[in-house]
């Protein structure tokens, strides 16, 4: 960062030193050839005042010395030179120079760039009497005044590099502190942070934001540990009471094969929760890509799938599936949620009950006509382990259903809602046209 500041002053301070240079020797220059140029005019009428007293234009050493020291060049009207008083003669104008200047009635203002190394000749013309009379101011050039100042530019770079590092030093030293100060207060504290700052308010906002939602997600950690542990002591207790009687020999021969049976249909519970939380695991890979699944076709795969366990309670299952509708997600997870809602309006039914299960406009619904859900109940059956029974019977569930279905609702964008009446039955809905625009477009489907 310090690097970054340092080689960002460093930049904008040689930038607006080198404007400042060269725009201070362009002021300067020109201010000194408009100086000139007065100069020059105001000798030229002194000149022609003094021809118009003598009635003639004087030899050009009278009036150069009348104008103290100013060189003049005097022309025929032809543009040839008559005389002058110029060293370097001709070198200071040119014939096109002189023929324009006759040409022109009134004064012709010239500046003669490069006669000589470093310096820059002022011509000045007028017509008086048959002469042309030429005057000539010599000033310093742009060059030459640039290579006078470069010396003291190259002084002033040098304070400012050692002026940027000292402001680099000083900018990282005190800004810096207090994003340093809060770093150190944001590691290893679970408290609220705050600044006296108002800049870092937005920081630590985030960092605040970011240390709640960590603790958050550890809470939840810890609170789902505790109760696959508390879930799964249970059928584990009884498993290990029932070896424990086999092994001692001390149970009676006609008991031994309840027990077995206890501790095989123990071990398919715990086997079924585990695999019931790694699904509910799986839910958080972000590898899994989703793909267009045909979920008209695949609801009435899945209904198919459950038809021989109507018998038991002797249910009637209605369907009404759209066909075609297509949502953005993968067999499996789709899968699951049919699955366990389509396995809880089962279990949770009456003898000779209803499930009626639409496909349509986007949205899945899952009726029965079962026992319900208290009121009391219905704001916890999506938590983990949350179940209405608590007796932990082999019948009984995990309470990992709903939580699957409302966390793979979750995170595709689609809306998952309850409604029940207590004895009288339970509706679930899932929109997938939710609030994430997932694909539901209806389409023509080949039933072949
Ligand atoms: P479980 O494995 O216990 O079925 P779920 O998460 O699927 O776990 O359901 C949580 C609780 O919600 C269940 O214990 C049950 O009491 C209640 N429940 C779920 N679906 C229905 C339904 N269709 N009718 C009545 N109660 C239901």
Redesign the pocket.
């Known amino acids: 960062m310090s690097k970054r500041i340092l080689i960002t002053s460093l930049f904008i301070t040689l930038f607006i030193l080198l404007i400042f240079a060269f725009t201070s020797n362009e002021v300067y220059y020109s201010q000194s050839e408009g100086d000139m140029h007065t100069r020059l005019r105001e000798q030229l009428n002194t000149v022609e005042s003094v021809a118009a007293q003598n009635g003639a234009l004087p030899s050009v050493e009278q009036i150069a010395l009348s104008l103290d020291g100013a060189e003049v060049t005097i022309f025929t009207v032809d543009g040839d030179m008559e005389d002058t008083t110029l060293s370097v003669g001709a070198e200071t104008f040119s014939s096109e120079e002189t023929a324009t200047a006759l040409a022109s009635e009134n004064e012709h203002f010239y500046v003669c760039p490069s006669v000589r190394e470093g310096h820059t000749f002022v011509n000045l013309y007028k017509r008086i009497d048959d002469k042309l009379v030429m005057l000539t101011g010599e000033i310093i050039s742009r060059s030459r005044m640039l290579a006078t100042v470069l010396p003291s530019l190259g002084i002033f770079i040098l304070v400012d590099v050692i002026v940027c590092l000292l402001f680099t030093w000083l900018s990282t030293t005190f800004i810096l502190r207090p994003v340093k100060e809060l770093a150190m207060e944001a590691i290893g504290n679970n408290k609220k942070i705050e600044t006296r700052h108002a800049e870092l308010k937005p920081v630590v906002d985030v960092i605040n934001w970011k240390n709640e939602y960590v603790r958050a997600a550890q809470r939840s950690k810890d609170e789902f540990i505790s109760n696959v542990t508390h879930e799964m002591n249970t059928p584990l207790t009884s498993i290990r009471g029932f070896a424990e009687l086999i092994a001692s020999g001390s149970m009676p021969k006609d008991k031994m094969i309840a027990a077995g049976k206890t501790i095989e249909a123990q071990s398919e519970r715990l086997s079924a929760m585990i695999k019931r939380i790694l699904n509910y695991s799986a839910i958080d890979d972000d590898t899994v890509k989703s793909y267009d699944v045909d979920a008209s076709a695949l609801t009435e795969r899945v209904l198919d799938s459950y038809v021989p366990m109507l018998k038991d309670k002797d249910l009637t299952l209605l369907r009404r599936i759209e066909p075609g509708m297509i949502v953005s997600s993968t067999q499996e997870r789709l899968t699951e949620i049919l699955d366990?809602?389509i396995?809880?309006?089962i279990?949770?039914?009456k003898q000779n009950g209803k499930i009626m299960v639409t496909l349509a406009g986007g949205v899945l619904t899952?009726e029965?006509t079962?026992?319900?859900?208290s009121n009391e109940?219905l704001p916890h059956?999506?938590s983990r382990f949350?179940?209405?029974?608590k007796s932990h019977g082999e019948n009984?569930?995990?309470?990992?259903?709903?939580?699957?279905?409302r966390k793979l609702c979750d995170r595709s964008g689609w809306k998952l809602s309850v409604d029940?009446v207590f004895g009288e039955?339970?509706v679930?809905k899932v929109d997938f046209g939710g609030a994430h625009g997932k694909k539901h477009h209806p389409q023509p489907v080949d039933k072949g």
């Open positions: 366990n809602l396995s809880n309006a279990k949770y039914n899952v029965d079962g026992i319900g859900i109940e059956i999506f949350y179940t209405v029974d009984v569930g995990f309470g990992l259903g709903l939580p699957i279905v029940s039955g339970t679930f």
